[in-house]
Nanobody
């Protein structure tokens, strides 16, 4: 059974860092696409970052470029989101998502079948 479990969220001051983890079971990180999404309070869910496993291409939303880095450890079947220089507008519930489809375009613009339960990130002084 496929399962995605996020961890690493919390309260951090502006300018601080957090690393989110997504432990994946029942799904190989050698195939498909995997992504991080977030849903700020009162807003729609938005794509943050994704990786196409067929060619290791990563995509980021413009507002996090240069601050966030997505990576994966296939041996541990874990995906990470390193978030630096955090801003109050990064406050959101962060979700890990996965899908088995082969993608040759921006993987933030596809539908994902599998989702984790989310982890809350709050950036505040």
């Amino acid at each position: 059974q496929l399962q995605l479990v996020e961890s690493g969220g919390g309260l951090v001051q502006p300018g601080g860092s957090l690393r989110l983890s997504c432990q994946v079971s029942g799904f190989s990180l050698d195939y498909g696409v995997i992504a991080w999404f977030r849903q700020p309070p009162g807003k729609e869910r938005e794509g943050v970052s994704c990786i196409r496993t067929n060619d290791d291409t990563a995509y980021y939303r413009d507002s996090v470029k240069g601050r966030f880095t997505m990576s994966r450890d296939n041996a541990k079947n874990t995906v990470y989101l390193q978030m630096n220089s955090l801003k109050p507008e990064d406050t959101a519930a962060y979700y890990c998502a996965a899908d088995g489809q082969l993608v040759f375009r921006n993987c933030l613009n596809i539908l994902y079948d599998y989702w984790g339960q989310g982890t809350q990130v709050t950036v505040s002084s």
